[in-house]
């Protein structure tokens, strides 16, 4: 383990600091398969659960887990899956006064198949007639976080958030899942660190010819650093100098469901303690990477504890 890490460790563990996560809540509806579809017909599934999901919220319990106070913000419709994905966060230590259901209002549910290897495809119904306002979060909060999260799914809150912690020297990253163009060109000015999965990226700067020149055109955009998540290949990042790397951790993935997700949480955890970028990618790779040994978006995430002993047994180097 690197030493520069140990006294961001030993902050997380005396001072938890606040995050912050805004965006989607969703309720998932798993099934266990042999191998994902690929055409019409019927497939016999192995096994069957359902449980809350969605990116900022996996998030926020990926922070609770790790020892932060994790507070999500959020919408959601005042139906059953609203009010179950609601009591779900607050079981896992999430502060959930940010998280209003709306009455007439439909939540965000979730299909997800997951193969044998541990790989999945997902249907996202996002919800409808949730009302676009972010007038009523409780921005003044954001003052005392360490670091604000937030995915692309309501912009409206995403940059209420982010502005209010630019305003308070606060940490910020984004989930950059896929989302549509202008929504990047209106978060990225505010964002520190914008995190985008490898579809995400794809989608914003198709133009470009690699992953290197997508991440400085998301830089040239606004975003102090850009990085781009590759499952098993690690994630890379930049902030205008040389294209950095951090190597996957490698485990046995039976479930990679949320693993992006997680990865974000821990990150802005890890920024939030004052750790530098690449301390905070290797802390985020390999709660990502031990998320992936358990079924489940959220089942697998670790603790403090067992993410310090992964580091310390490994030497998953940034390159």
């Keep these: 383990m690197t030493d520069t890490l140990d006294p961001v460790l030993d902050r997380l563990l005396l001072q938890p600091p606040m995050v912050i996560c805004v965006g989607l809540t969703a309720w998932d509806q798993t099934w266990e398969v042999a191998a994902l579809p690929s055409g019409r017909g019927k ?10 999901g969605g990116m900022a919220a996996n998030a926020s319990v990926a922070v609770a887990r790790l020892g932060g106070r994790a507070y999500f913000w959020g919408r959601a419709g005042a139906d059953h899956a609203g009010r179950a994905m609601q009591e779900a966060l607050s079981a896992c230590g999430v502060d959930v006064g940010g998280l209003r259901l709306f009455e007439g209002g439909h939540s965000s549910v979730s299909g997800v198949i997951v193969d044998a290897q541990g ?21 003044a909060q954001v ?6 999260l937030a995915d692309p799914r309501w912009p409206a809150g995403a940059l209420a958030a982010f502005r209010a912690a630019r305003e308070a020297g606060v940490p910020t990253v ?8 202008e929504v990047f060109d209106a978060l990225l000015p505010w964002v520190d660190a ?13 133009q470009a010819a690699d992953d290197e020149a997508r991440l400085r055109q998301a830089l040239a955009r606004g975003c102090r650093l850009a990085a781009v998540t590759r499952g098993e290949q690690g994630v890379v990042w930049t902030t205008g100098g040389t294209l950095q790397h951090q190597a996957a951790f490698p485990v046995d993935a039976v479930d990679t469901t949320g693993a ?7 990150l802005a955890l890890a920024l939030a303690a004052g750790a530098s970028a690449a301390d905070a990618m290797r802390f985020s790779a390999a709660v990502a990477a031990w998320k992936c040994r358990e079924r489940g978006g959220r089942a697998g995430i670790p603790q403090l504890s067992t993410v310090r002993a992964v580091l310390t047994s490994s030497k998953g180097n940034t390159t």
């Design 43 to 52: 497939i016999r599934a192995t096994a069957y659960r359902d449980g809350g």
């Design 119 to 139: 790989e999945r495809s997902i249907v996202n119904f996002r919800g409808a007639d949730l009302p676009d306002d972010a007038s009523w979060l409780p921005l």
């Design 143 to 148: 003052r005392e976080a360490g670091a604000v």
């Design 174 to 181: 984004l989930d950059g899942d896929v989302a549509d163009a």
């Design 194 to 206: 914008a995190v985008f999965s490898e579809p995400g990226l794809a989608g914003y700067v198709p």
């Design 260 to 266: 992006g997700d997680v990865f974000h949480g821990a």
